[in-house]
């Protein structure tokens, strides 16, 4: 059965679906893109594996068992499971024993695919449990149903598809937790204590002597629930407010450093270089209001 064919009869009735696609020289430079995309029912003993290989794998199971190695971890794969690595390093998947396996794997690559990946790795094990299967499922289907055109077009459509599969993925953590109610609380309670008060001197103990909390604690919840430790997350609520005023305000350097709760004008200069790319001059210069009466 061909591709085309597979896509016009619907997915997932046992039959395997290969598919292999190589990017226009734009798709290449500029966007995601699949190298392979396939469905599959392992039936039998299967292994495969792969190293030095300039690709990405994300494996999606639908039903049955499989089994990962993967930087000398085994990794049980169970249904709605899903597996994002990195196929430069060696990787092994393989059935599970004598159980069957079905499963959608997407190879990719392509523009900051790297950047994706080393922020998903920061955060998650290789294998994560999807709660809400069928958002990742609805956008694999649509990305087997969509290879049968090979236009500029398609390949936009495919990249944003793989971008928000990706985007899922990043955010699953912080949609799923695991903290209770009360933790959580205490972290949106600190939260807003940033955004609202960044001005003054804070540190991670004085957070933690405030909210009445162990600071090992604190910055471990915090850093799962938003993804960034407290200092972090202050220092870029400070940054972004030091933005504005420098495009909306005459205000010296000096004085809106010292503003955003960070009085040393060279760390000041430093910090906002580090996260904006640029000096504060250097910003005001290119941003500044210049509209004159």
């Keep these: 059965m061909t591709t085309d064919q597979k896509n016009n009869v619907g997915l997932w009735n046992g039959d395997p679906v290969v598919i292999v696609r190589t990017p226009s020289a734009f798709a290449k430079q500029s966007l995601l893109y699949i190298q392979e995309l396939g469905y599959f029912q392992k039936t039998s003993a299967f292994t495969m594996e792969r190293k030095e290989l300039a690709s990405f794998l ?13 930087r000398g971890k085994k990794y049980i794969i169970k249904p709605q499971d899903l597996f994002f690595i990195n196929c430069e390093e060696y990787v092994q998947y393989s059935t599970s024993g004598h159980e069957s396996w079905e499963y959608i794997s997407l190879y990719l690559y392509g523009n900051l695919i790297e950047n994706f990946y080393e922020q998903f790795a920061k955060h998650n094990k290789p294998v994560i449990s999807m709660h809400n299967p069928h958002i990742i499922l609805d956008k694999l289907h649509a990305l087997i149903c969509g290879q049968s055109d090979r236009s500029l077009s398609a390949e936009l459509l495919t990249s944003r598809l793989i971008g928000e599969i990706l985007m899922c993925i990043l955010q699953h953590p912080y949609d799923h ?40 604690n604190l910055a471990k919840n915090f850093k799962k629930q938003i993804g960034f430790s407290p200092i972090d997350y202050l220092i870029n609520v400070r940054i972004t407010a030091a933005q504005s005023w420098l495009k909306t305000s005459d205000m010296s350097i000096v004085d809106i450093a010292r503003y955003v ?24 210069k290119k941003w500044g209001n210049r509209s004159k009466l």
């Design 177 to 216: 937790p695991h903290v209770n109610a009360e933790t959580l609380s205490e972290v949106r309670r600190v939260q807003q204590y940033l955004d609202q008060s960044y001005c003054e001197r804070i540190t991670l103990d004085s957070l933690a002597d405030m909210f009445e909390l162990n600071k090992f």
């Design 261 to 284: 709760g960070i009085p040393n004008t060279s760390h000041f200069i430093n910090l906002f270089k580090e996260h904006v790319g640029e000096t504060p001059h250097s910003f005001r």
């Design 58 to 70: 994300l494996v999606f199971t639908l039903s049955g068992k499989g089994e990962l190695l993967y």
